[in-house]
């Protein structure tokens, strides 16, 4: 399947609609109302909460996008992985997930075989089922689940409630965008390629658990609109957020890339839609980029209190070794968002 | 004037067209004329341009297609604050005093040799601290504000999550991040260049 990655625009989450331009079209629908619905769009969280009873309620959560690398097996562990990550990202745990199929009737379908293996498992290592889903033909592949999984009610995180004096832990390396635009260019390491190809398939589920044990107060995954658009988001209206962009983990290579102008469309225009919201002062530029870098299944942005950050960093650090703290929580500031 | 017809290709392709013609031009410079057909791809090799300190423009044509002319050469250079040239020089440190003999005098030495090293054109590319040498990265260290001068220039700073736990200074650390073995290992082997202290 040579033409895979060639046939496509743009994958992965680099291919998700601008933030801006979403926002235009969602402000004018209307705001559904059911107190069961404890989380909805409008909070433009990661996925739907649903209270069932006291004790139960179901998240809910669709993401698909076009291939990003060629293998077809791999890119349906990271369309999985990154499905699965808005329930992870809640703090909830998969239940059953149905697959979304766009397929070009010219490709090999053999390859469309492939995509769904890796997706089942990822599926089986998430402890979940897989029960069905729906297949069309279209011009570009694309792949991607709708999952359903379960939590308590009174356990939700969500991505806007960080509390001033909480630090902020990143679970997964930054620079996946980067590396990937280095690959199309030809211009890629394969030691970065492997370095992108195994955090994007690593599942949130073993940072989740680990964080489980400690009281987290708004938690993310980071996805296309990179780690200063979450940030931002995570901000609310009520707290700035202090980044040390010298603290940030990221893929090593990609830093080098970016200091090559190796630059990205959704970085672009991640860095647009940031415009007014961060100085990006002294900052070096490669650094800036790894911010604005569009994450295909990134890490966790966890929002944990300060006197427990460390041990909770610790205990992240036993399954996600590149895991680190890379800010922290102020009462709202000028800025909603401040380097350090 | 050599020009680039990226048209219907995405970033970063019309990127790294650009720059290689532009870093064919070698010393006597030129121009070069990029075609793009979305704002987006402008705006990346403006901002690639901006970077090299190359003067730039774009002009919008018929059909959605962008001119964008990036003009490379003597007397074309702008005033930037980008990034500076990668000098490919790593310098592992891993104890906080330098050379054989008094402690004392090692401790000296070492903040002369930070000192210096902040000084040096283009910056180290990336400094390793591990073992002892961790207390100077963290914030009790009289080389901080070197260390610190040096990261704002773009010279990555990285320091041994393991040692940082072994001394209980992880939550002293006042400047760039923590690394494992693997990282550094990687950047030791990657290094054009390497000073081991």
């Known amino acids: 399947m040579k033409s895979f990655l060639s046939s496509c625009t743009t994958g992965g989450c680099g291919a998700k609609i601008g933030p801006g331009e979403l926002s235009k079209v969602l402000s004018g629908l209307p705001v559904f109302q059911d107190p069961q619905l404890l989380v909805g769009f409008d909070a ?65 379908i053999q390859d469309l075989g492939e995509i769904l293996a890796g997706g089942a498992e990822k599926l089986q290592e998430a ?24 939590l308590n009610p009174r356990q939700i995180w969500k991505n806007n409630t960080p509390q001033p004096g909480d630090r902020l832990i990143l679970t997964k390396p930054l620079g996946v965008g980067i590396v ?36 987290i107060h708004a938690c993310t995954d980071i996805t296309g609109f990179g780690l200063l658009a979450h940030t931002r988001e995570m901000a609310g209206g009520s707290t700035t957020i202090v980044l040390y962009p010298s603290a940030l ?3 090593a290579q990609a830093y080098t ?50 006197d427990c950050a460390q041990e909770a960093l610790r205990a992240i650090q036993e399954t996600e070794p590149q895991a680190a703290l890379i800010g922290e929580v102020l009462p709202r500031q000028d800025f909603p968002i401040l380097l350090g | ?28 410079g030129g121009v070069v004329a990029v075609l793009v057909d979305n704002d987006i791809s402008r705006q990346n090799l403006q901002k690639m341009a901006e970077g090299m300190g190359y003067q730039s423009e774009y002009q919008e044509k ?74 100077l990265t963290s914030k009790d260290s ?35 991040q923590v690394a494992n073995m693997y990282d550094i290992v990687t950047a030791m082997a990657e290094a054009k260049r390497l000073i081991n202290i």
């Open chain 2, 1 to 28: 004037m050599i020009t680039i017809d990226a048209l219907g290709q995405v970033c970063p392709i019309p990127v790294i067209r650009a720059k290689k013609a532009l870093e064919g031009l070698g010393e006597a």
């Open chain 1, 127 to 150: 402890g979940a089922v897989l029960c069905g889903g729906h297949s069309i033909y279209d011009r570009e592949p694309k792949y991607g689940l709708a999952v359903t999984g379960r």
């Open chain 1, 44 to 108: 433009s969280d990661d996925a739907a909460v649903y209270q069932i009873n006291e004790d139960t309620a179901i998240v809910s959560t669709v993401d698909f996008f076009t291939p990003m690398v060629e293998d077809p097996r791999t890119f349906g562990r990271i369309a999985a992985a990154n499905a699965l990550s808005d329930v992870y990202a809640m703090g909830g745990s998969p239940l059953f997930a149905l697959n979304l199929v766009c397929y070009p009737e010219r490709e090999d």
């Open chain 1, 249 to 251: 983990p990221y893929i």
């Open chain 2, 62 to 135: 018929d059909n959605g297609v962008i001119e964008v002319t990036i003009v490379a050469g003597e007397g074309c250079a702008v005033e930037t604050s980008g990034t500076p040239a990668d000098s490919g020089l790593v310098v592992a440190i891993g104890r906080n005093t330098m050379g054989e003999g008094s402690e004392e005098l090692g401790r000296i030495l070492l903040k002369g040799f930070i000192y210096s090293l902040r000084e040096l054109t283009p910056p180290p590319a990336r400094l390793l601290f591990f073992n002892s040498g961790a207390y």
């Open chain 1, 257 to 306: 890339y970016a200091q090559g102008y190796l630059l990205t469309a959704a970085g672009q225009r991640n860095r647009n839609f940031m415009e007014g919201a961060v100085e990006f002062g002294d900052t070096p530029f490669p650094l800036q980029e790894l911010m604005l870098d569009p994450q295909t299944s990134g890490g966790l942005l966890l929002s944990v209190p300060g």
């Open chain 2, 142 to 176: 009289n080389s901080i504000e070197d260390l610190k001068a040096m990261a704002a220039q773009g010279t990555i700073i990285q320091t041994c999550g393991t040692c940082i736990n072994y001394y209980g200074i992880t939550e002293q650390l006042a400047v760039g």
């Open chain 1, 180 to 215: 990937m635009a280095a690959l199309r260019g030809e211009m890629a390491e394969a030691a970065a390629v492997e370095a992108a190809l195994a955090s994007m398939q690593r599942l949130n589920k073993y940072a989740a658990e680990k964080a489980r044990d400690f009281p």
